[in-house]
């Protein structure tokens, strides 16, 4: 009989853990998820959402856990999804970001090598758009790809390059299978409510209730290529399936900017115009932004087989109709949401 396979998620109590923990769950995978803090809020929503969960109580920067969370679980696959996510957050805590983010990675894969398991053990590290930064077009048009220059615009962007390339010299130096995945804009109803798309949707949807009347906003005229994280990390499971650890791109090939978003969100409700529903604060622009993200998805189409299903208007829809089912008392939070 075929051995159970068993898979460790770091950051599983943010989105993309969520939706990893569904989709490995479902294909028979022992789950262990690394939860950090003495008394960390989201722990109790993640023993009621997945029960089946192995939770590790570990943090990235530090390293003893880490050991301890490695011979604990005794992984196939290791998903390093745990950061400091938020752009706007690591200007304003960059030294943290750094050291979560850049040095938490460091950490990780030394404990996959300390403890012996680097030819059992396949990881998955979490690469970004974020590390191109929307200036070196180097491919006009036809978005960034593997091979596009980087140039971060943030202390996340930089910390996760350092990620990207530790994970990069420890599959060339120890012969490690670490696959890199250079993630676009993903979202849906798990996304947490301080990014732009769920702040969008959630006050849509509590406008269209009665319970609020406007939202506050910074720069609109970014472009963002956004997906839907549902099919983001079914591309993440198969980088590890692949008979080699490589670099890969997701993205859907489109980018809008946050009005074209707006557009579409209000419209859901019935509201042509948004421009009296939405007000502008400097609180929310950042001292450097990203002005366009593009991506080209190609090789992880033509290498993995990897497609993405939902299109940009039905993810805005699938995610104004969650908040709707939310605020008026439908529908329970989920973990990342909290
Ligand atoms: P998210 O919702 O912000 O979740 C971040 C997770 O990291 C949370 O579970 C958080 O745990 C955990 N974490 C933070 N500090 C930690 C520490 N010191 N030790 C261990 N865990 C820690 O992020 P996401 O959207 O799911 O993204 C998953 C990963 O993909 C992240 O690395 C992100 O940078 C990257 N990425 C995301 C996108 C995107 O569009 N979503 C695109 C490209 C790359 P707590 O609950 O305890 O805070
Ligand atoms: O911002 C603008 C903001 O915070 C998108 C992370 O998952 O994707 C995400 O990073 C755009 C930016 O995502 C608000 O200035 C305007 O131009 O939703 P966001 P992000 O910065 O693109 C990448 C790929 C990651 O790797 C990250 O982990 O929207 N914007 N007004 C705003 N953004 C926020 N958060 N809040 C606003 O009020």
């Given at each position: 009989m075929n051995e159970t396979r068993r898979a460790l998620i770091t950051g599983i109590t943010g989105q993309d853990g969520g939706h990893l923990t569904e989709l490995l769950h479902e294909k028979g995978y022992e789950v262990f998820g690394l939860i950090r803090g003495q008394r960390n809020a989201r722990k109790e929503a993640l023993e009621a959402e997945f029960p089946y969960v192995n939770i590790i109580e570990a943090d990235l920067t530090d390293q003893t856990s880490l050991i301890q969370a490695m011979l604990t679980s005794q992984p196939h696959e290791v998903y390093n999804l745990g950061a400091i996510s938020h752009v706007g957050y690591s200007f304003r805590n960059p030294q943290l970001t750094a050291d979560i983010t850049a040095k938490g990675v460091l950490n990780l894969l030394?404990?996959?090598?300390?403890?012996?398991?680097?030819?059992?053990?396949?990881?998955?590290?979490?690469?970004?758009?974020?590390?191109?930064?929307?200036?070196?077009?180097?491919?006009?048009?036809?978005?960034?790809?593997?091979?596009?220059?980087?140039?971060?615009?943030?202390?996340?962007?930089?910390?996760?390059?350092?990620?990207?390339?530790?994970?990069?010299?420890?599959?060339?130096?120890?012969?490690?299978?670490?696959?890199?995945?250079?993630?676009?804009?993903?979202?849906?109803?798990?996304?947490?409510?301080?990014?732009?798309?769920?702040?969008?949707?959630?006050?849509?949807?509590?406008?269209?209730?009665?319970?609020?009347?406007?939202?506050?906003?910074g720069d609109l005229w970014p472009k963002r290529d956004w997906g839907y994280a549902g099919d983001y990390v079914r591309g993440m499971w198969q980088m590890l399936q692949h008979d080699q650890p490589d670099d890969f791109v997701l993205a859907t090939g489109e980018t809008h900017s946050i009005e074209e978003f707006l557009t579409l969100a209000f419209g859901q409700v019935g509201i042509d115009d948004w421009r009296p529903y939405v007000k502008q604060d400097p609180e929310f622009m950042r001292p450097a932004e990203v002005d366009i993200l593009l991506g080209d998805p190609s090789k992880a189409e033509r290498v993995l087989g990897w497609r993405r299903e939902v299109d940009f208007p039905g993810l805005v829809k699938r995610m104004v109709d969650h908040d709707i089912a939310l605020l008026s008392g439908r529908a329970q939070p989920r973990v990342a949401e909290r």
């Amino acid at each position: 009989m075929n051995e159970t396979r068993r898979a460790l998620i770091t950051g599983i109590t943010g989105q993309d853990g969520g939706h990893l923990t569904e989709l490995l769950h479902e294909k028979g995978y022992e789950v262990f998820g690394l939860i950090r803090g003495q008394r960390n809020a989201r722990k109790e929503a993640l023993e009621a959402e997945f029960p089946y969960v192995n939770i590790i109580e570990a943090d990235l920067t530090d390293q003893t856990s880490l050991i301890q969370a490695m011979l604990t679980s005794q992984p196939h696959e290791v998903y390093n999804l745990g950061a400091i996510s938020h752009v706007g957050y690591s200007f304003r805590n960059p030294q943290l970001t750094a050291d979560i983010t850049a040095k938490g990675v460091l950490n990780l894969l030394e404990a996959v090598r300390v403890t012996g398991m680097a030819d059992t053990a396949r990881v998955y590290q979490a690469s970004t758009s974020e590390m191109f930064g929307g200036l070196d077009y180097n491919r006009p048009g036809a978005g960034y790809n593997e091979e596009s220059l980087f140039h971060p615009r943030s202390p996340y962007g930089v910390a996760k390059l350092y990620a990207h390339w530790i994970a990069r010299n420890y599959r060339e130096s120890y012969g490690m299978f670490v696959a890199t995945g250079i993630l676009f804009n993903h979202e849906g109803e798990r996304r947490g409510l301080e990014f732009v798309t769920r702040k969008i949707t959630n006050a849509v949807a509590a406008i269209h209730l009665g319970q609020q009347d406007h939202v506050t906003l910074g720069d609109l005229w970014p472009k963002r290529d956004w997906g839907y994280a549902g099919d983001y990390v079914r591309g993440m499971w198969q980088m590890l399936q692949h008979d080699q650890p490589d670099d890969f791109v997701l993205a859907t090939g489109e980018t809008h900017s946050i009005e074209e978003f707006l557009t579409l969100a209000f419209g859901q409700v019935g509201i042509d115009d948004w421009r009296p529903y939405v007000k502008q604060d400097p609180e929310f622009m950042r001292p450097a932004e990203v002005d366009i993200l593009l991506g080209d998805p190609s090789k992880a189409e033509r290498v993995l087989g990897w497609r993405r299903e939902v299109d940009f208007p039905g993810l805005v829809k699938r995610m104004v109709d969650h908040d709707i089912a939310l605020l008026s008392g439908r529908a329970q939070p989920r973990v990342a949401e909290r």
